[in-house]
C-alpha cells in the first residue's frame, strides 16, 4: 500500500476541489488532489454544464482566481480557434453564444485552462492529482479525521495519505459519511429554520433530480440515429403526476409560474450569436432548447470553419428524479445511474426520431451524439450533475430566510461580519426525488458566511463544494459554478492559513483578532467578500 505525506489533502476535483489545490498550493502548501474521474473540473467539464452565473459576473461578485479561470477559456478561443474578426476582440466574447451564461464553452477548454493553472505547482512538486481515485475509508479519532485510504479505479491500488487537514470536495460529501462528520440531506423540515418552502415533516431522501448531460451538433442529411434505448418504451411514456404531458416532449411547467409551457428545439437556426443577450435576470432563454446551453456558435468563427453549432442537453427533459444515489445501498444506486443514463439516450432517441419539426414532419435523425465533446463512448458526460450534496452541520447555517427576495426585500443584502466570498442566483430547486416540482424563487445578493464551511464537531475537515452548512431550499443558490469555486479557494487558504499558524478553523472563527488576520489573507488573495450597492436586483 503506497503512503503519501501532504500538508493539505483535497478528495475530489470538481471545481471546488480545484480552487481549493490551487489556493493551497499558491500559499506554498502541499496538495494531494484526487478525481474521480479522469478530467479534474467537475460541473464544468466531466458534468459538461456550461457556468450558471449572475448578470453582474463581469464587472464583480468573483474571486480574482474564477476570473483567471473565465479569462483563460476565453484566452484559448482567442489563440487557437479561427474567430471571425468581429467577434475576435470582444471584451465579453462568448464561445457559444448560449443563453444560460455569458461564457458558454467546451468541457474540454475548460479542462486545458485547469490543467495550465495547476501545472506550476505540479512542476514544483507542490501538488500531486491522483486520477480515477476514490476515497474508500478514513481513519477518525475523537473530532479528528486522520489518514484517508484511497483506491485506484484503474487497477485497485491501495493509496493511503496523511494530512492535517483534509477538504472534502467530493460531489455529493462522500467523505462527510466515512469520517462520522455530522451531516443532513434532503429537505429539513420547515420547524427547524422557519423556512417558507419547507416541507411540514423533514425527509433526507427528498432531493433534487440530477442530470446525465449530453453534446449534439447536427448533421442534415445524414442519418446518426442511435440504437433504440432497451427503456424507451417507459421513458416515452411516463408523465409524472405534476407534468403537463410526457416528460419527454416539448411541453413542461415554467419553473417559476408552473404555468404548461411549450419549449421550441430547432438546430443552427442560422441567429445572430452576437447578438445573444445572456442574462437571466432580463429573460431565462430556456424556451429554445436548442441555444439554451448552446456551447459552440459556428456563425462566430470563419466560413467553413465548423459545419454545426455543438448544444449542451441539460433540458427538463432529462432530469432524472426517480431516485437519490446519496445515502442508499450501492445497487440502488447503480440502478438509479442506469436509468438516467437511460432517459437522457431515450431523449436523444426520441428528438432524431419522433420530435416535432417547424415543416410539419418529425424527427432530426442528423443530430450527431459528440462523444468526443464529453471524451466517453456512450455519448454521455463521464459523470452526473448532482444537484445537491450531503451538508455539513455547520457553526452556521444559511436558510431560505437569509436569500429569499420575498423574506429579504426590504433589508437587502443580509451582510456577515464573518464573510468569505459572495454570491448571486435565484434559488432554483428543479423537481425532486419527493415529487416535488420546481421551486423557483427570487433572491438576493448573498454573502457566504465562515461559519457555514466550519463543522460543528470535526477539527481538521473543511467542505470545499456543495456540502457547506446550506439547507434543501438554500442550496438552491449556493450550488453553482463561482461559488462552489469560491467555497473550495476559501476552504483551500483556509486549511494553508491553519498549518502555516497552527491553529484550528474553529480558532479562526471564534476569535475577532484570528478571524480578521484570515480575512485579511481572503482579500490579498482576490476573494471579494462584500457587495456593492446594487441596484434593481
Given at each position: ?8 489533502l483535497v478528495v475530489g476535483g470538481g471545481l471546488g476541489g480545484v480552487a481549493a ?116 475509508g478514513a481513519e477518525c479519532g475523537g473530532d479528528r479525521v486522520g489518514p484517508v ?150 456563425d462566430l468563427y470563419v466560413p467553413g470553419a465548423f459545419a454545426s453549432d455543438i ?227
Open positions: 500500500m503506497r503512503e503519501l505525506r501532504a500538508d493539505v489545490a490551487l489556493a493551497a498550493c499558491r500559499a506554498g502548501r502541499d496538495v494531494v488532489l484526487t478525481e474521480e474521474t479522469d478530467w479534474l473540473g467537475g460541473q464544468l467539464t466531466s458534468q459538461a454544464v456550461p457556468p450558471d452565473e449572475h448578470p453582474w459576473i463581469e464587472r464583480f461578485g468573483a474571486t480574482a482566481s474564477y476570473r483567471q479561470l473565465r479569462e483563460g477559456i476565453r484566452e484559448h478561443y482567442r489563440r487557437w480557434y479561427p474567430l471571425r474578426a468581429e467577434a475576435l476582440w470582444l471584451r465579453e466574447f462568448n464561445p457559444g453564444a448560449g443563453r444560460v451564461s455569458k461564457l458558454c464553452h467546451e468541457p474540454r477548454v475548460a479542462l486545458a485552462v485547469i490543467e495550465a493553472m495547476l501545472a506550476p505547482h505540479r512542476a514544483a512538486g507542490r501538488l500531486t492529482v491522483l486520477l480515477e481515485t476514490v476515497a474508500v485510504e484511497l483506491a485506484d479505479r484503474r487497477d485497485g491500488e491501495r493509496i493511503v495519505v496523511t494530512a492535517p487537514f483534509v477538504v472534502d470536495a467530493t460531489e455529493a460529501g462522500d467523505l462527510l459519511a466515512m469520517t462520522k462528520t455530522e451531516y443532513v440531506t434532503g429537505a429539513e423540515a420547515c420547524s427547524e429554520h422557519d423556512e417558507p418552502h419547507a416541507p411540514t415533516e423533514a425527509d433526507p431522501q427528498n432531493m433534487q433530480g440530477f442530470t446525465f448531460c449530453f453534446a449534439l451538433d447536427y448533421r442534415p442529411g445524414e442519418d446518426h440515429t442511435i440504437d433504440r434505448p432497451e427503456r424507451y418504451g417507459f421513458w416515452r411514456s411516463y408523465r409524472p403526476g405534476f407534468w403537463p404531458g410526457p416528460l419527454i416532449g416539448l411541453l413542461a411547467p415554467h419553473p417559476r409560474t408552473l404555468e404548461p409551457t411549450p419549449r421550441h428545439f430547432a438546430p443552427n437556426p442560422g441567429d445572430d450569436p452576437l447578438g445573444v443577450v445572456a442574462d437571466q435576470s432580463k429573460a431565462a432563454g430556456d424556451l429554445d432548447l436548442w441555444l439554451f446551453r448552446r456551447i459552440l456558435a459556428r448544444t449542451l442537453v441539460n433540458w427538463p427533459l432529462n432530469d432524472y428524479w426517480l431516485g437519490s444515489v446519496v445515502d442508499v445501498e450501492p445497487d440502488i444506486a447503480a440502478r438509479h445511474l442506469a436509468d438516467a443514463k437511460q432517459l437522457s439516450l431515450s431523449v436523444l432517441y426520441w428528438l432524431q426520431t419522433e420530435a416535432p419539426r417547424p415543416d410539419g414532419g418529425t424527427g432530426w435523425p442528423g443530430l450527431r451524439l459528440r462523444t468526443d465533446v464529453t471524451g466517453t463512448s456512450d455519448g454521455l458526460a463521464k459523470a452526473p450533475y448532482l444537484r445537491e450534496s450531503r451538508r455539513i452541520k455547520a457553526l452556521t447555517t444559511v436558510t431560505e430566510n437569509d436569500v429569499s427576495l420575498a423574506v429579504r426585500g426590504p433589508h437587502g443584502v443580509l451582510v456577515r461580519e464573518d464573510s468569505v466570498g459572495v454570491g448571486s442566483y435565484h434559488l432554483d430547486l428543479h423537481p425532486s426525488t419527493g415529487g416535488d416540482n420546481y421551486i423557483d424563487l427570487e433572491s438576493v445578493p448573498f454573502e457566504i458566511p465562515l461559519g457555514a464551511l466550519v463543522p460543528q464537531r470535526v477539527r481538521n475537515l473543511l467542505p470545499g463544494a456543495k456540502n457547506i452548512g446550506t439547507t434543501h431550499i438554500s442550496n438552491g443558490c449556493f450550488r453553482l459554478h463561482p461559488v462552489e469555486w469560491n467555497v473550495g479557494e476559501v476552504a483551500g487558504l483556509l486549511a494553508a492559513h491553519c498549518v502555516e499558524t497552527g491553529q484550528e478553523p474553529h480558532q479562526v472563527h471564534a476569535d475577532r483578532d484570528r478571524r480578521d488576520e484570515f480575512t485579511r489573507l481572503l482579500e490579498r488573495s482576490g476573494v471579494e467578500r462584500h457587495w456593492p450597492e446594487i441596484k434593481g436586483y
